[in-house]
Nanobody, 126 residues
Framework: QVQLVESGGGLGQAGGSLKLSCGASGRTFSSYSMGWFRQAPGKEREFVAAISSSGDSTYYADSVKGRFTVSRDNAESTVSLQMNSLTPEDTAVYYC???????????????????WGQGTQVTVSS
């Protein structure tokens, strides 16, 4: 069982930056791949970024590649999402999630993730 709590959301300006963090409970955090997803009003939840259990591999949606960076600290049981060059299209509720799978083809699929945080709102003004 893993419990996830996101923090760091809020209001940002276009072209600015925000950093999201996700803290995890449980002793096995380092065995989980971690992902970030987002859901805008009226839209389906979509993949944003993921990081392997060791932190050696990262994956990004095309829409955020080059602007967002995912990282993790297994000693602190945290995963972060640094978001730069924000646009209004980045406005959404952001969720962190934990997956026991390690195959690279699974990171983008919502169904791969067993545990989810409650989400944190990110609003980007133009």
């Amino acid at each position: 069982q893993v419990q996830l709590v996101e923090s760091g959301g809020g209001l940002g300006q276009a072209g600015g930056s925000l950093k999201l963090s996700c803290g995890a409970s449980g002793r096995t955090f380092s065995s989980y791949s971690m992902g970030w997803f987002r859901q805008a009003p009226g839209k389906e939840r979509e993949f944003v970024a993921a990081i392997s259990s060791s932190g050696d591999s990262t994956y990004y949606a095309d829409s955020v590649k080059g602007r967002f960076t995912v990282s993790r600290d297994n000693a602190e049981s945290t995963v972060s999402l640094q978001m730069n060059s924000l646009t209004p299209e980045d406005t959404a509720v952001y969720y962190c999630a934990a997956s026991p799978r390690r195959d690279s083809g699974s990171y983008r699929a919502i169904s791969s993730y067993w545990y989810w945080g409650q989400g944190t709102q990110v609003t980007v003004s133009s």
